[in-house]
Structures are given as structure tokens and as C-alpha cells.
């Protein structure tokens, strides 16, 4: 079972409002990550969490706050986003310290596509 | 620094046919693992295939095989027997496999397949 689930697939909020995308996975990977697509471009790295602590946070506004609960959960936290964040937000899980690359390939759940009014 | 260079923006191929979908790269990084994704309309990110730099044969997974060319810093996807589904934008990508190294994926900019009846 290759499965990462994200909700909501859509989200419409405007510039004030707060509001959170969560991604489960429970393929018993230790290592997720948030990416930000932007229309006909490849996705951009944002958050890396290793064994549940943040490894990676790519320079991304403080607008955005990533939490890792538990090691099946990632969530990504809005607040006063900006209409260009417009964007599809894919979340991704791989193992990780296994030794063997073939194992750690990335996994992707459907995206949420987030508009900003 | 990585970097992955995918020249062909769009490719048309008619069912039943093979089509190759170029890649190339750029790394300092002895080891590494390559990789190739698909993405729907739908935009859930599709892991196809793998490749690592070590790899002595060429990966094959079904109707997918990667013709990795390592002196040529080239690893070209091929789909064979294309179907109406194939029908999508395809990136390569390029993963640092050092155990210090920077673990999250490079994109290239994609090739949209479109296969025609």
C-alpha cells in the first residue's frame, strides 16, 4: 500500500482567514514533506520532516507553519496568505535511513489546491 | 548543486507506440538516485520508475524502462505500447543519496505526453 492521503482537495480562503491542509500517510514512513506547485511548473520543496523533527524548511514565509504531530501526520498551517500562494500543495512520505535508495523513493498523495482571494 | 534539465516541453505519440522522454542532469554528488514521476490533470505525483547511479542494468518496470546513460549524465524514460492514459506531464527528478547529503528531490521542468487515437 503505496497510499498518502491530503485534505481538503480544494481549499478557497481569503487573506485573513486561518486554515490547515493535512496529509496521513501510514505506510510507517519516517520522512515527510511539503511541496508547492504552481501551475505548469515542477513542484518546489518546502518543509522536510525526519523522524517527526523539521530537517529542511526551504526559506518559506513564516505564513506557512508545518507540524508533525505524530509520525503519521504532517499538517501545514495558513495564515494571512497572499493571493500568489495560490498553488497545489502535495505532501510526500518515504522511508528513511534504510541504506537501500530503491526503498526511500518519495511518495504522493493527490494534492490539495489552495485558491486565495 | 543539482540540476535536471528535461528539453522536450511537449511530445504526441500515437497509441501503440513507443515514445522516449529525455533527461538530463547535473551533480557532484557520487551517489545518487534518479527518478521518474507522472502526473494527471488530476495532479497526484505518480512514481514510475528508479534508477541509482550504481545500478549495473537499466530499471525496467512494466511498460516503463529508463535508458541511463551515466557518462552522458542522461536518464530517458521510455514508455512502450502507449495507451490514451499515458496522457499526462511526466518530470524527472534527482535525489542526493549521500548520508549527508540533501535528500529531497530536483525536478526537472516536465514533458507533456499527449497520446493521440
Known amino acids: 500500500d503505496t497510499e498518502v492521503t491530503q485534505t481538503p482537495k480544494h481549499l478557497v480562503m481569503g487573506m485573513t482567514n486561518k486554515k490547515s491542509l493535512k496529509c496521513e500517510q501510514h505506510?510507517?514512513?519516517?520522512?515527510m514533506y511539503w511541496y508547492k506547485q504552481k501551475a505548469k511548473k515542477p513542484p518546489e520543496l518546502m518543509f522536510v520532516y525526519s523522524y517527526e523533527k523539521l530537517s529542511i524548511n526551504e526559506s518559506v514565509p513564516s505564513r506557512f507553519s508545518p507540524e508533525c504531530p505524530n509520525s503519521s501526520l504532517l499538517n501545514l498551517h495558513l495564515h494571512a496568505l497572499q493571493p500568489e500562494d495560490s498553488a497545489l500543495y502535495l505532501c510526500a512520505s518515504s522511508q528513511e535511513g534504510t541504506g537501500v535508495p530503491s526503498q526511500e523513493t518519495q511518495y504522493f498523495g493527490p494534492g490539495t489546491r489552495l485558491l486565495v482571494l | 548543486a543539482q540540476k535536471i534539465t528535461q528539453t522536450q516541453p511537449g511530445m504526441f505519440v500515437q497509441e501503440k507506440e513507443a515514445v522516449t522522454l529525455d533527461c538530463t542532469y547535473d551533480t557532484s554528488d557520487p551517489s545518487y538516485g534518479l527518478f521518474w514521476y507522472k502526473q494527471p490533470s488530476s495532479g497526484e505525483m505518480i512514481f514510475l520508475i528508479y534508477q541509482g547511479s550504481y545500478d549495473q542494468q537499466n530499471a525496467t518496470e512494466g511498460r516503463y524502462s529508463l535508458n541511463f546513460q551515466k557518462a552522458r549524465k542522461s536518464a530517458n524514460l521510455v514508455i512502450s505500447a502507449s495507451q490514451l492514459g499515458d496522457s499526462a506531464m511526466y518530470f524527472c527528478a534527482m535525489r542526493d543519496l549521500r548520508g549527508t547529503g540533501r535528500r529531497a528531490l530536483t525536478f526537472g521542468s516536465g514533458t507533456r505526453l499527449q497520446v493521440q487515437p
Open positions: 505506510m510507517g514512513h519516517r520522512a
